[in-house]
C-alpha cells in the first residue's frame, strides 16, 4: 500500500499448506542435498523442522544383500536416506503419507533400460519400488519409509560376446515389459 511504501513497512500473511494428523501438525516441504554429484530431493508432508541426512551406502554390504535376493542385478549406487525431526526419525508411513524422492544429475537418459530402484528397510527386507519414472535426467519415486535405496540395473554378461548374429528377428523383448519407461 502506499502507506507501507512510505514507512518502509510490509505487512507479510504466510499461509503454509498444512495437515493435522494424530494431533500433529505436518508441513508440505522440499528438503535437497547433494552427494558426490547427485542432487537428491524429498518433497511431502512432514514436521515443521525437518531436516534430510543423506549418505552414501557401504557399497560392498548393499551389493551383497542384493545379489543374495536377484543375482541378476548389478549395484550402480545406494543412498541412506532419512529424515530427521527434532532428532528423531521421521516416517512417513506413521501417518499414512508418502513422500516423492527425485535423484538428478545421476543416470543417461539414454540408457535406463532395466534401471530399478531397490528399498533396503532395517530389518534387511528388500523391495522393489514398483513406481519408478524417469523424466528427462531425473528418476522419480515415492516411499512410505526411509533407510537404503539402492540404484540398480540388469547385469551384464559378456559369454556370448563371440557369437555372431544368426539374421534371426526377435519374437519378445529382452528386456522390460514393453512401457516406455
Given at each position: 500500500t502506499e502507506e507501507e511504501i512510505?514507512?518502509?513497512?510490509?505487512v507479510l500473511n504466510v499461509v503454509y499448506n498444512t495437515k493435522e494428523i494424530e494431533n500433529q501438525k505436518l508441513y508440505y516441504k522440499v528438503l535437497e542435498n547433494t552427494l558426490e554429484n547427485s542432487n537428491i530431493k524429498i518433497e511431502g508432508y512432514m514436521p515443521k523442522n525437518s531436516e534430510i541426512s543423506i549418505k552414501m551406502a557401504n557399497f560392498k554390504e548393499v551389493e551383497d544383500k542384493i545379489k543374495k535376493a536377484d543375482d541378476t542385478l548389478s549395484l550402480n549406487v545406494a543412498y541412506d536416506i532419512k529424515i530427521l525431526s527434532s532428532g528423531q526419525?521421521?516416517?512417513?508411513?506413521?501417518f499414512d503419507e508418502n513422500v516423492k524422492i527425485t535423484v538428478s544429475g545421476l543416470i543417461d537418459k539414454e540408457n535406463t533400460v532395466g534401471l530399478k530402484v531397490i528399498h533396503i528397510d532395517d530389518e534387511?527386507?528388500?523391495e522393489e519400488i514398483k513406481s519408478v519414472s524417469i523424466e528427462e535426467e531425473n528418476l522419480l519415486f515415492?516411499?512410505?519409509?526411509?533407510?537404503?535405496?539402492?540404484i540398480v540395473s540388469p547385469s551384464v554378461t559378456y559369454s556370448n560376446v563371440n557369437e555372431l548374429w544368426n539374421?534371426?528377428?526377435?519374437d519378445s523383448f529382452a528386456l522390460g515389459?514393453?512401457?516406455?519407461?
Open positions: 512510505n514507512s518502509l513497512k510490509t526419525k521421521y516416517e512417513p508411513n506413521e534387511d527386507k528388500i515415492n516411499t512410505e519409509s526411509f533407510s537404503v535405496f539402492a539374421g534371426g528377428i526377435a515389459n514393453g512401457e516406455q519407461n
